[in-house]
């Protein structure tokens, strides 16, 4: 063999270990939650229903979130599901709340902008909102830019924020009428 042919067949080679990684990095970052993060022990056996959630794996569906389709969302915890049917999560990830909650209870998703500015001026896309709280619309939202700091600390918001790749994944999930499971 030439040493130009065995530079070609080394190159070929790292090319196809660095897909091969590639994919498989793709792989694990879709893993539903249940199985991207093992139990401490390594065994899928030691989550079970007798141990609260947080010790099992923080980001579980919690069981008292109701039933069939639809978006949870922990005020405690900051983080939201969206939950397929036969109680499949499709995607769980953390948000970070406006500075008004809603209450606990069960709400339908009454509206969505593709894009607009939110309650603390900054740009946000993929709106989904359920709620309102004295006038002040209460739903899901990602920031189109970073924004350091609130304008003004104090000022009254209701988005509640999630990356873009999450915001789009609720654009997808949560459609006019979605229920949406606000718990403790």
């Known amino acids: 063999m030439t040493s130009s042919s065995a530079g070609f067949v080394a ?4 090319a196809a270990l660095a897909g091969v990684g590639f994919l498989g990095h793709q792989a694990s970052a879709n893993l539903p939650a249940d ?16 141990s609260p959630r947080a010790e099992r794996n ?23 599901w969206l939950v397929g049917r036969g109680e499949k999560v499709r995607r769980t990830f953390a948000v970070a709340p406006g500075s008004v909650d809603p209450a606990p209870g ?26 309102t709280v004295d006038g002040l ?17 104090s000022a009254r918001t209701g988005g509640i924020r999630e990356s873009r790749a999450d ?13 949406v499971v606000v718990i403790r």
Request: charge should be negative; hydrophobic fraction near 40%; charged fraction near 15%.
């Open 11 to 14: 190159g070929l080679t790292a």
């Open 35 to 50: 199985l991207a993060t093992p139990p401490a022990n390594g065994s899928p056996a030691a989550a079970t229903s007798e």
């Open 58 to 80: 923080p980001e579980a569906l919690p069981a008292a979130s109701g039933a069939g389709e639809r978006v949870v969302y922990t005020l405690s915890g900051d983080r939201v």
């Open 106 to 131: 069960s709400y339908a998703v009454t509206s969505r902008s593709s894009s607009v500015t939110g309650t603390d001026g900054a740009p946000v896309e993929h709106v989904v909102r359920f709620t």
């Open 137 to 153: 619309p209460i739903g899901f939202s990602a920031a189109v830019k970073h924004v350091a700091a609130p304008v003004d600390p």
């Open 167 to 179: 915001g789009a994944a609720m654009w997808q999930f949560a459609t006019i009428g979605a229920k």
